[in-house]
């Protein structure tokens, strides 16, 4: 059985199968060994990046929502129970560039860290 993936490591965006030969999982159209890893990990191990934001309470300019990225690469399988758990938080202002606003992300390894300064209403 072979499985279709598009690359996204670079802007190449080569078009890679990924088989099963001998038991072990191979990978053939990469350009190069990353579009290799990249097309083994989507296959046996999906990961995502989380960027969203998280409500904020008594920011300066009214500022409604905080953006956050992971600091890390979370399973596919936990990415819609971290959206959520994100989406019920709300925090308080002041906050700055790189703080964690969550640590340990539902168990992942993963923090999540706040993508900008947020100064508190004065």
């Keep these: 059985m072979e499985t279709k993936y598009t ?5 190449r ?11 072990d999982w191979k990978v053939k159209g990469n ?10 990990n989507e296959h046996t191990h999906p990961k995502r990046m989380i960027t969203t934001t998280v409500k904020m309470a ?6 409604r929502l905080l953006p ?21 938080l709300e925090i308080e202002a ?5 703080d964690k606003i969550v640590e340990n992300i539902l168990n992942t390894g993963v923090d999540i860290l706040a993508a900008r300064d ?5």
């Design 68 to 88: 956050v990225i992971s600091s890390d690469f979370v399973p596919k399988e936990k990415l819609q129970d971290c959206l959520s758990y994100l989406y019920g």
């Design 118 to 122: 947020m100064e508190r209403m004065e």
């Design 31 to 40: 350009s190069c060994p990353r579009g290799a890893e990249y097309g083994l």
């Design 13 to 23: 965006s080569c078009d890679l199968i990924v088989f099963e030969q001998n038991g």
């Design 94 to 98: 002041p906050v700055k560039l790189h």
């Design 7 to 11: 690359c996204i490591v670079c802007p």
């Design 58 to 63: 008594h920011a300066k300019d009214n500022h």
